[in-house]
Every structure is written in C-alpha cells, then in structure tokens.
C-alpha cells in the first residue's frame, strides 16, 4: 500500500473513532435521560397506585354520603309532614281560643251589667267573689279586656 493510502485509511479509521466516540458519549446521554424518564415513569406510577387508592376511599366516603342523604331527604319529608299536621292544630287551637276570649268577653260585659243590678239586690260580697274568679280567668288568658 502506499503511503497515501495508509494516510487516508488513517485519517479515515481517526474519524471512525471520533465518529463512534461521539456516538458512544451520545448514546452514554440517551441512557442518562432514559434512566430519568424511568425513575420519572416509576413515581408517576406510584403516585396514580396512591390517586386510585385515594379515589377508592372517596368512592366509600361518596356511597356513605349518599346514603345519609337519602336518609336526610326522607327524615325531612317526614318533618314536612308532621309540620303540616302541627300547623292544622295550631290553627285548631287558635279557633277554638279565639271562640273562648269571645265568650269571655261576653261574660265580662253580661257581668259588669248583672254586677250594676245586682247591687241593688244582692250582696255586694258576692258580687266581689265572682268578679276575683272572673279576673283570675282573664289573667289566666292574659285577655285585654277594655
């Protein structure tokens, strides 16, 4: 071979070298990077084992949820219920005391007229019996009477 050969296969067997060292110190990179997008890979995974497991719990916590829910909305509808009964004997009851301070009222007036005439026949201490027991009803009903 000659001489310029030898040179050239040298020059070329240098690049080769050159060439595959840079292949070799890329290649060295590519692995570094892979090694980081494994780890990488690895803690995403455990983190989403952790997010289902989370997810699972709250799954439990949303069925428990749930179910004390419905039970609120049928609680409340039994409420709702039992306040229409309430508010029916309110209005009940308002009636039928409405009708009572009518009637004591009447009484009251019947008793201030029969008490004027009875002053003149009966005895006024009577009279002072029935008017104690007529006020201690009104104050009973706590009645403004005028």
Do not use: C, P, W
Request: net charge negative; no cysteine.
């Amino acid at each position: 071979m000659s001489d310029k050969n030898e040179n050239y296969t040298a020059v070329l067997l240098e690049e080769m070298r050159s060439n595959f060292k840079m292949f070799g110190e890329v290649l060295g990179g590519v692995v570094e990077k892979l090694d980081l997008v494994k780890e990488k890979g690895d803690a995403t995974f455990e983190e989403v084992g952790k997010i289902k497991i989370e997810m699972f719990v709250m799954r439990e916590d949303v069925s428990i949820l749930k179910e004390d829910v419905s039970i609120l909305k049928e609680d409340v509808a039994v409420l709702k219920s039992d306040m229409v009964e309430v508010k029916s004997d309110i209005k009940k009851i308002n009636v039928r005391l409405d009708n009572i301070e009518f009637e004591i009222k009447s009484l009251r007036k019947d008793f201030d007229l029969m008490k004027k005439e009875l002053e003149k026949k009966a005895g006024k201490s009577y009279i002072e019996m029935f008017e104690e027991r007529l006020k201690r009803v009104e104050g009973h009903l706590e009645l403004q009477l005028n």
